[in-house]
């Protein structure tokens, strides 16, 4: 519905929306994200696996070496599909080894990831400013959610990065700006669902007391 709807809707000004799929790197996942957008007019597949040591030695059960070659296949397996924009991300990367980092995202830009993201939860409260500042280093996407809505302690805020750019973007974040109309925000904000689903201060104790126990 929304890849049909919005996905086909051309601006005045000729913009059109991506329309994404989030996917694990199963087939299974794939093929299902590519079928919820593959009748829009910019199509995206999104697909990430766990690269942390921890994630991939108790979660995943695997090792470097296939972790890899799972991202690399499945990326090149989504690409196959017709889907010509792929996005990447490493799960929890801000525990990952850097050299092991660069290593799978080359790898995966190589079977054809055109997108890449390093995804950041808000366990310790500083999604926001982790988010400005990749947009100041030359990060052009910025993964944000409404209320911060998102597992654990939550995701960076899509108000306060957007009100952030928009407030301070000359003069401190070196011209950034966005085309989103911010008047919008509040009413989407305070829609009943997502009030409920909006990180609470004691999930972000219970994301702290979990990276303690590592």
């Given at each position: 519905m929304i890849?049909?709807?919005?996905?086909?809707?051309?601006?005045?000004?000729?913009?059109?929306?991506?329309?994404?799929?989030?996917?694990?790197?199963?087939?299974?996942?794939?093929?299902?994200?590519?079928?919820?957008v593959r009748y829009a007019l910019r199509p995206r597949i999104h697909t990430f696996i766990a690269t942390s040591e921890i994630h991939m030695r108790h979660k995943l059960r695997?090792?470097?070496?296939?972790?890899?070659?799972?991202?690399?296949?499945?990326?090149?397996?989504?690409?196959?599909?017709?889907?010509?924009?792929?996005?990447?991300?490493?799960?929890?990367?801000?525990?990952?080894?850097?050299?092991?980092?660069?290593?799978?995202?080359?790898?995966?830009?190589?079977?054809?990831?055109?997108?890449l993201n390093i995804p950041d939860?808000?366990?310790?409260?500083?999604?926001?400013?982790?988010?400005?500042?990749?947009?100041?280093?030359g990060g052009r996407q910025?993964?944000?959610?409404?209320?911060?809505?998102?597992?654990r302690a939550g995701n960076a805020s899509l108000q306060e990065v957007v009100m952030a750019i928009r407030c301070r973007g000359n003069e401190l974040l070196g011209g950034l700006y966005t085309g989103i109309n911010s008047k919008h925000i509040s009413v989407?904000?305070?829609?009943?669902?997502?009030i409920d689903l909006k990180p609470s201060d004691e999930c972000r104790k219970s994301a702290i007391s979990d990276l303690e126990r590592g």
């Open positions: 890849a049909k709807e919005v996905g086909n809707h051309v601006d005045d000004d000729g913009y059109v929306p991506v329309i994404c799929g989030l996917s694990r790197c199963n087939k299974g996942d794939i093929d299902a994200a590519w079928e919820g695997k090792t470097p070496e296939e972790v890899i070659q799972i991202a690399s296949e499945m990326v090149a397996y989504a690409r196959s599909l017709g889907c010509e924009d792929v996005e990447f991300s490493p799960e929890d990367a801000r525990r990952s080894d850097t050299e092991f980092l660069y290593r799978i995202l080359t790898e995966v830009i190589k079977a054809g990831a055109t997108t939860t808000n366990d310790l409260g500083l999604a926001t400013a982790n988010t400005l500042a990749g947009a100041y280093n910025l993964e944000v959610t409404i209320n911060g809505i998102g597992e989407a904000s305070r829609m009943p669902i997502l």
